[in-house]
């Protein structure tokens, strides 16, 4: 069970939060404006990378705030959680050890 | 049964505290400190149980958790009635008590005479894939004959027949180091870890006491003292460390994400004197900061023909049974090995007064000291000798062995007459925890096995599991692995005691070569699935050369022993015949549980009406007392109809439906998901999520919502009321309640963060109570203080808030039947009072409760649909024919953009419309597929689906929804539905079937 670092409550179990898909996808400020083939993108598709991904997770059945993550595919290791807004971390793929 | 081949003296069990298992009706005696498999072997029986294929005579192979035959059905409380009986318990690992009843499995009618051992005969036709092989034919055989056949025959133990009668427990625990195995590596890891009494430590053990392989051990010396002296002090210095915990009979099965282990404690099933309800097992979740994984290794047996004979045992097992529990195994041992580990069983086993002699693969060069220490003490050593077959058939009686010529030829045969053999191949690490983290294994030639490679997560190992077994060795590795896991860079430092050197190192050999006709041996690889290397060689013949093909055709290491003993015999087996490297071959993959685990442990006190806690409205128990018939929906319990005598549901729902609309129905509408979304931009929050216009909606006001999700799909409806100007009571559907909050939750939080509002959950504050039908305000009336129910004041879809019955409440002008309608929110303390004060008025109208199936019926009369049964996450507004509810001024909302979407709009789409079949009484399934025609071949076009349908006793007739291809364009079309026998004929309607009359709720 990943230990998930909840930004607003330190560590809790996976048990306690919900994922969300993929961060930094951010909802067009005026839809109407958007081609048909952009909007579907941005409703449908996503990134798959092998290694760190940009996730985002609802603390449901703890603070019931969302946050994002960093987590690395592979190793399942979270390299690092922040508040929703903040920009991605910068972080070196050495930290991704669980 | 007495004790004949107990040693007079020696081994760690309590003579002071005889005690008896009842073994098939027998009397089975032994000491405190016993397994039952050393009082077996102490009574002289080696015949454990019949196999899983042939039925083949078994005993007892090894002593600790890796043993494949003894498998035993286990009646732990037999004095406490039914519920406490498990099969397949190993029997070395299940400790004597008094009063455990145990008895032998997979015999019929006993364990010395079996008729199920015909197999053994018949084995020429039970070969690798038998099952792919043999039951492809005939196809009708494989319901009546085949299935039932292997049913019957499947499996080892009988299942328990009845409900676990035990308790099981469960504990989370957090540590800074965790060792799992308490053998010299995982002592020293522990001592070493918790030096500065500050780290917390967890050291389990899945023995009953620590020590590990030491316990076999009367010979080794560490720092000039016996190795248990060494153990027993390690263990008093860590139980006075208060940063140490030391868990003794606990498994760690599992190694999961994040340094989660999952460890089973055994807590009572030792006990003879254990208190009626003390747990049984408690599973430990335990969150490491570092693990040691120190879990020794297992031994392999040596593949030769009838190496699974009872008295055939690992050398390391018959060492442990000599030493531990003072047991012999046999008068008569032949020590036939190809590690020299196993000369140190010849010594132990002739010092307690066994007669033995040791047959070596290995040439005298190939030996170590072990050969010339073994020679000293006087015993007969055949090196470069291979063993030919076990002769007996109950019990060893014999073993066949030759000379191995240098150019590879077969010499001599000779019989060495025996009644027990000490077998080994070598050692295998026990890497399973390690891969079962997803650390990368690395093979190693020179041990011949696979060991620890790359870690995946913050762990180590120590000792024998990562191919380290001299004992100095391993203990200096298990201090350093210790020290590493605290963080300490400088592994080495400390002193490291000084220990005997150990007899290390052996020959790889898979098959015993033999100058037998190979197809016709039976050389056992995987002892508990009856995989033979003929088997296996057949397999790799028949083109499967991946182990994972091989393992999965021929089930080998594919039994509850998960191929502890079996896998590297099978994986060298299948490189040899390839001629590829072995780690070409590649390895099996480790799954948890390390060993088999109870149920009951996993679940703990989550069983029964503590597995799925049923939620309750008020008025639940009121529905209880008047007959309800209940319905699961959701999470909830929720009353379906209310029988009077004699009726069945039909009946039911007509009476209660009727009674909706000639008088007054009353109807607990508790459940209805509830959601408080309050703020200075509650408005503005409310525009966005829903498809309909907000901001102008007055105070007071109530307004059918409808949401959709980004893609344009409906996800939920529901009414919502305006009760300030920065207040709004939003309800949804029952099972959507939770994702609904969610959903909002989600775009405030992410993409809105600049509105001012706060959501909370209020479904479970209030209870709802809705009254329905032209008498509805006269059964209201009298309870109703500070509200005027007059149509003119309190019209339809409008809110006020006073109070009923003296309780505060939020009243709501609402139907959902289409009859003047009125929903009662009162605090849910009172839900059940005021819902019986309004039924007990009621009674002067008619009033008649009614459950969900008749609410259902009601609504599919006037045509409402139900979110989730009318959609199914690709229904638009426009399919619901509800575009009027969808705001064409709002620039967006959750949804809009997607709606404009080509196919969104596109003709052709599914619509919602009525189905009514020829014959009235006929009610179609919901679900039922709609075609044009049904002449057409197969596959046809499927042009919709029902959606709902059912028996209308106010329509007089059956009604339904469909959602069928350009519905709305093909009213008074016939149609075709599917039957379970065939098609039946419809016509299309608009979906409202019903004409409220008098004043209704439209008014």
Redesign the interface.
Known sequence: ???IDCPYCGKR??VEF?C?GEAHI???E???E?A?AD??SF??YRTNPKGVHAE?W?H?HGC???FNALRDTV???FVATYE??APRPDVAPENA?? | MSQPFRLPSGGRIDRKRPLSVSFNGKRLEGFAGDTVASMLLASGQHLAGRSFKYHRPRGILSHGSDEPSALLSVDWRADRGPGYRDPNNRASVVEARDSLVVKTQNHWPSLETDIGAVNDLLSPVFVAGFYYKTFMWPRTFWDKVYEPVIRRAAGLGEAPEVKDADRYSNRHAHCDVLVVGAGPAGLAAALAASADGEKRVILADEGLEPGGALLNDVTSKIDGKPAMDWVAESVSTLDARENVVILPRTTAFGYYNHNHVCMVEKVSDHRADAPEGLARERLWQVRAGEVVLATGSHERPLVFENNDRPGIMLAESVRAFVNRWAVLPGNEIVVATSSASAYQTALDAKNAGARVSIVDIRLEADCGPELQTAKDAGITVRSGHTVIRALGKKRVSGLVVAPIDPDGAIGEKQTLACDCVAMSGGWTPSVHLFSQSRGKLRFDVELDAFVPGTSAQAERSAGACRGIYDLAAVIADGLAAGRSATGATDTAAGSTPQATASFTGFQPVRVLPTDADASKVKAFVDFQNDVTAKDIRLAVREGFESIEHVKRYTTTGMATDQGKTSNMNALGLVAGILDRPLPAVGTTTFRPPYTPVSFGALIGPARDELFDPVRKTPIDGWAEKNGAVFEPVALWRRAKYFPQAGEDMHGAVARETKAVRNAVGIFDASTLGKIEVVGPDAAEFMNRIYTNAWLKLKVGGCRYGLMLREDGFVYDDGVVARLAEDRFHVTTTTGGAPRVLRHMEDYLQTEWPDLDVFLTSITEQWAVIALQGPKARKVLEPFVSGIDLSEEAFPHMTVQSGFVCGVPCRLFRVSFTGELGFEVNVPADYGEAVWKALYEEGGKHGITAYGTEAMHVLRAEVGYVVVGQETDGTVTPDDLGLSGLVSKVKADFVGKRSLARPDMVAEGRRQLVGLLTKNPDEVIDEGAQVVDDPHRPIPMRMIGHVTSSYASSNCGRSIAMALIEGGRGRIGETVHVTTPGGFTEAVISKAAFYEVKGETADA
């Open positions: 069970m990943l230990l179990p996976e919900h969300g951010a909802r067009p005026t839809p109407a958007i048909d909007w579907g409703l449908y985002r609802l449901g019931g705030r969302w190793s399942d290791a929703m807004g050890k669980a």
